[in-house]
């Protein structure tokens, strides 16, 4: 008897296990299906213009991707930072960005994205031994594998508007989410082929390495010399500047250019391409 309870028991957890995914499939299709507000791609077209860059098919999906990520997560505002349509979707339109192209279970351990109205103060306790610290930093966000990330407004809507500085902090903290899936904020996302990380180690290490020198000699880079942190965040930073600088990246760094461009499964450069042929025409 006990046997057969405990064999059903397995049973209802592996049918749970076996559904769970497609329930889920299930709901995001609904949810695309759904109308996308025009005020909504107004806010797009007012204040995100790598949007106008994207091709029909690609604006679409962002619109699906945006209504699905906007149903799953929720916004919590501090300090007096209102949550309005505007916040919303504009960083449901930078987040999904990252996710176009491609299988995706949408940051699937992030639940809640708190929103500052600008630059926050943020406590860090650093271990050295028996020595324990605190220090008080500023931070415009901040990316934790525990379900949660932070971002100042000031500086997403500023990331959103200004797309050729290589600086965007919704990029930059969803791609950490992206690293972070897998568990290690490491540098190494989850490649869609396990054949994929030998040359995705090869080519993001010496990257690394390389702009470890630059930043020790006072060299000028194109990618950020805060990516010297650690890996994790020269993916981050990498991510950022594959975006808002993909021409300079690809021109520097082929490699690197190559690499991101097939785990983000997309070219920037053809939206930039896009956008500047609108701004002649
Ligand atoms: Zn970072």
């Not at 040359?199 to 805060?226: D, F, M």
Request: charged share 25%; net charge positive; glycine share 4%.
């Amino acid at each position: 008897m006990e046997f057969l309870i405990f064999s059903l028991g397995c049973l209802l957890v592996a049918l749970y296990f076996f559904l769970k995914p497609r329930f889920v499939q299930h709901r995001r299709r609904r949810i695309m299906q759904q109308p996308f507000p025009r005020e909504w791609v107004e806010i797009l077209e007012k204040h995100f213009p790598l949007y106008k860059g994207l091709p029909a098919p690609l604006q679409k999906e962002l619109r699906e991707k945006i209504l699905v990520f906007l149903a799953e997560k929720n916004f919590v505002g501090r300090q007096g930072q209102e949550v309005t349509n505007e916040v919303r979707v504009l960083v449901a339109a930078q987040a999904c960005l990252l996710l176009l192209n491609r299988k995706t279970n949408y940051f699937p351990k992030l639940s809640t994205i708190y929103i500052y109205p600008t630059a926050y103060f943020a406590k860090r306790v650093s271990y050295s031994g028996a020595l324990v610290s605190e220090t008080t930093q500023t931070n415009l966000g901040e990316s934790w594998n525990s379900g949660e990330l932070v971002l100042a407004w000031d500086a997403a809507v500023h990331g959103a508007k200004n797309t050729y500085d290589g600086r965007n902090v919704v990029f930059h903290e969803f791609a950490h989410q992206l690293d972070q899936e897998d568990g290690a904020a490491d540098g190494a996302p989850i490649l869609a082929e396990f054949s994929a990380y030998a040359s995705w180690a090869q080519v993001l290490g010496k990257e690394y390495e390389r702009l470890i020198r630059k930043k020790k000699k006072h060299r000028k880079t194109v990618i950020n010399k805060y990516g010297a942190t650690n890996p994790a965040e020269f993916f981050a930073v990498a991510s950022e500047t594959f975006f808002e600088k993909p021409r300079q990246l690809e021109k520097r760094h082929p490699e690197l250019y190559e690499e991101l461009k097939s785990y983000y499964v997309t070219d920037p450069i053809t939206w930039y391409d896009r956008l500047h042929k609108k701004a002649v025409n």
